[in-house]
């Protein structure tokens, strides 16, 4: 254990000494040089958190939990700490902002995504039940939900008559998603319920988005989604990013269900658990965007 830390110590004091005489022959802090050498996207932004968060001054490393309104502000002071010239340097002021914005929003994001998934479905609660209905209107626009407590929920995955009970793993956000997934994809939401409900692939469709809702949660707090999210937002990533990320997910997590050919539904934790390392693996290539079609805004190639 000593030597571990001995060793621990020694690494930082010998990276510390290399960052000086790196800065001292390139004229250039370790923050210029990423924001020079590496492209937008996830490689820059998380060396941009890590050099921010292994800085030995404080003010750098509470730089990536400000509040939104205050970045433009921490720039000025990270190019001033840093004696930076922003006159002769403009692009790395930009640079910067938008690596904060991304590191900031990141973290807002799980806040957001946090309260929801602890708000509870209230059936007294108008709003909540507008939306459970919503969703039945676009999975089922042809099928009139003859009461709001039915078994026709079992038609669209539900466990019982009454939806708000499945609801208690992931909260509103498990029904935020579905709806998302319902209103904006509905053609491709339609068919992997259609698919569900074959009798070779059955699954409860709205139980398995409510699932797929937790892995999307954990990937999002773990940090394994910064990968996407650092390639996909332009600035910060919001709600919307992490609803169509779901989106992906639930039809990704489709197509491999049916490619393992599982005997039934209780091999379910299985094909979940290897779709989950599948993504993870994924999401180490800093280059990974998980959606093409939701690719980053060209805005990111000159900042």
């Known amino acids: 254990m000593f030597v571990q830390v001995c060793l621990y110590f020694y690494c930082k004091c010998l990276w510390r000494c290399l960052k000086f ?138 466990q019982g008559d009454d939806p708000k009970t499945d609801f208690r793993g992931m909260g509103l956000l498990g029904l935020y998603n579905l709806v998302y997934f319902a209103e904006w994809d509905t053609e491709i939401a339609q068919q992997v319920l259609c698919d569900s409900l074959q009798p070779k692939y059955s699954y409860s469709f709205a139980i398995v988005g409510i699932n797929i809702t937790d892995l999307a949660y954990n990937l999002l707090v773990s940090g394994a989604l910064k990968t996407h999210f650092y390639n996909v937002a332009p600035e910060a990533p919001t709600l919307t990013h992490f609803q169509q990320t779901f989106c992906y997910l639930m039809h990704e997590f489709h197509k491999f269900w049916i490619e393992e050919d599982p005997l039934d539904i209780m091999e379910f934790n299985r094909v979940r658990e290897k779709f989950h390392k599948r993504i993870l693996k994924q999401l180490q290539n800093p280059e990974m965007a998980l959606c093409p079609h939701f690719a980053a805004s060209e805005s990111l190639i000159n900042m």
């Open 21 to 158: 005489v790196v800065r001292k022959l390139t004229g250039r802090c370790e923050l210029q040089r990423i924001c020079y050498n590496t492209k937008p996207g996830a490689a820059r932004t998380m060396k941009i958190e890590a050099s921010l968060k292994g800085s030995k001054s404080k003010r750098l490393q509470t730089s990536v939990s400000v509040h939104p309104d205050a970045i433009e502000k921490t720039i000025d002071d990270i190019m001033e700490l840093k004696r930076i010239n922003p006159d002769i340097n403009p692009q790395l002021g930009v640079s910067l902002q938008a690596c904060l914005l991304q590191i900031v929003g990141y973290r807002n994001l799980i806040a957001e995504v946090e309260k929801l998934r602890r708000e509870p479905y209230d059936s007294e609660n108008p709003r909540h039940e507008e939306m459970l209905l919503k969703l039945w209107k676009c999975l089922k626009p042809n099928s009139p939900l003859k009461a709001r407590i039915s078994k026709q929920w079992c038609e669209i995955g539900f």
